[in-house]
C-alpha cells in the first residue's frame, strides 16, 4: 500500500484546494515505538511512547510542516524561499525547494550548525549563508528581506509550516484509536513544534476525532530558556543547537499551549540532556540528535521532583506519555562520537579481539 504524505493523508484539515500541486516527500507516518525499559527506569506508573520523528525524509520533524510551505509557496507563484535555521529547517526547505524546482536560500550561525545538517542543504542545492551572529539575528534579517522581496519566509512564522506540522498530533490521537496520550513531551526552540502539536490536538477533539487533549510538557536547556525564564536570552548557549534559541517567535503561542493543556514548560541542563541522549540509544535502541533528548531529560527530571506521583490515568492504571523525537541522531555525528566509547585499535588477532572482549577466558569450553 502506499503512504502519501501528511498533506494527502489529513487534507480536510489543511488548508489546500482541489487542484492544489502538492509537494512532498510522503512525510510523516513515523514511527510511534514504546519504550518499555525506559518507562519502567522512569517511574513506576508511566507508560512512554517514542514518535520517532527523525525517521521523516529529511530527518527531522520540519518535514510536516515544509511541504505545506513550499505547496503554498508554488501555489503563490514564489520562485525563492528563505529561511533562518539552526540546521534542520534549512535541510528540510532545501530538499522540498530541489523537490519543487524552486530557489532556496538559508542563512545559518555560523559555526553551530551540525554536520549531517549543513551537508543537507549544501547537497540539495541551496544558497547557504552563514551570518557571523546567533539564529536570532539571522531571523530578523530573513523577516526583513522576505518583507521587502519577492522572496517566501519558510521559517515556522510561516503560517502554513504550523498547519502541517499539526498532522504529529494527528498521527499520535489516530494510533490511539481517537485518544491522546495524558501528557505530551517535546523540545522547545523557537516553539513552533509546540504551537503546532497544541493546535492539531484542539482542531482533532473539535472534530470529534479525539476523546480529550494531552497535558503539554515543553523542556527548553537552561542556557537557552528565555520562556522558563519570562525574558529573552541574548546569547542562548546549549550544546543542543537545535534549540539555541533565546527569542522563540512563537513564545506566546508556547505560553498559551502550556497554559490551556495545565502543562509545564521547564528546562534542563546540558548533562541532563547527554545523559537523556545516551540513555535513549542504549536502552531503547533510538538514536536521537541532542535537542530531541531533552524531552526526555525533562521527564526525568520531572518524575524526580515527584510530579508524576499523584497524577491519575485517565484511562486505565498507567499515565501514557508520549516523547516526541524531533530529528535522528546521525544529524550531528560529532555529538554521538564524543558522547561514546571510542574504538580499539587491535593487530589483526583472535586473542587480541577476545582479550578486549573480556572473553580471553576459555568462556565457551
Ligand atoms: C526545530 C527543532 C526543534 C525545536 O522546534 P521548535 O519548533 O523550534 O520549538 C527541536 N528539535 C529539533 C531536532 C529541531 O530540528
Known amino acids: 500500500m502506499r503512504i502519501a504524505g501528511v498533506i ?12 492544489t500541486r502538492v509537494i512532498s516527500l510522503n512525510e510523516g507516518s513515523t514511527p510511534l ?34 511541504t505545506m510551505a ?37 542563512l545559518i550561525p555560523e559555526g553551530k550548525i551540525a554536520l549531517g545538517k549543513l551537508s543537507q542543504a549544501m547537497v ?26 519577492p522572496i517566501c519566509l519558510v521559517n515556522s512564522i510561516n503560517p502554513f509550516r504550523i498547519e502541517g506540522q499539526k498532522s504529529g498530533a494527528f498521527e499520535i490521537v489516530d494510533a490511539f484509536d481517537g485518544v491522546a496520550p495524558d501528557f505530551q513531551a517535546m523540545p522547545v526552540g523557537n516553539a513552533g513544534n509546540i504551537t503546532a502539536y497544541w493546535k492539531g490536538y484542539k482542531e482533532y477533539k473539535a472534530a470529534g476525532k479525539a476523546a480529550n487533549l494531552p497535558r503539554m510538557l515543553g523542556f527548553q536547556a537552561a542556557g537557552s530558556a528565555p520562556i522558563v525564564l519570562g525574558h529573552p536570552v541574548a546569547e542562548p548557549m546549549t550544546y543542543a543547537t537545535a534549540i539555541r534559541i533565546g527569542n522563540p517567535a512563537s513564545w506566546k503561542t508556547a505560553e498559551e ?36 533528548a531533552a524531552s526526555v531529560a525533562g521527564i526525568i527530571k520531572l518524575s524526580q521532583n515527584g510530579f508524576f506521583d499523584n497524577v491519575e490515568p485517565l484511562y486505565g492504571e498507567m499515565i501514557r506519555l508520549v516523547c516526541i523525537l524531533t530529528g535522528h541522531g546521525l544529524k550531528d555525528p560529532d555529538s554521538a562520537i564524543a558522547a561514546a566509547e571510542q574504538p580499539a585499535t587491535l593487530e589483526p588477532n583472535e586473542e587480541a579481539i577476545l582479550e578486549v572482549l573480556g572473553m580471553l577466558e576459555p568462556a565457551f569450553a
Open 70 to 106: 513550499i505547496t503554498k509557496a508554488v501555489e503563490d507563484g514564489f520562485k525563492v524561499v528563505m529561511c533562518a535555521s539552526t540546521g534542520n529547517t534549512s535541510a528540510s526547505a532545501a530538499a522540498y525547494a530541489a523537490r519543487a524546482g524552486i530557489k532556496c536560500a538559508v
Open 257 to 292: 499551549a502550556r497554559d490551556e493543556s495545565n502543562g509545564v514548560i521547564g528546562m534542563v541542563t546540558d548533562h541532563q540532556i547527554k545523559e537523556a541522549y545516551k540513555l535513549l540509544a542504549r536502552t531503547e535502541g533510538v538514536f536521537v540528535e541532542p535537542a530531541s
Open 124 to 149: 540539495h542545492g541551496a544558497k547557504v549563508i552563514q551570518i557571523k551572529g546567533n539564529f536570532d539575528e539571522a531571523l530578523t534579517l530573513v523577516r526583513q528581506i522576505c518583507s521587502k522581496y
Open 33 to 66: 515505538i514504546q519504550a518499555y525499559k525506559l518507562s519502567a527506569a522512569i517511574h513506576p506508573k508511566l507508560e512512554i511512547w517514542l514518535k520517532y520523528e527523525g525517521l521523516n525524509p529529511t530527518g527531522s520533524f520540519k518535514d510536516r510542516g515544509m
Open 8 to 19: 494527502e493523508r489529513y487534507r480536510a484539515f489543511m488548508p489546500v484546494q482541489d487542484n
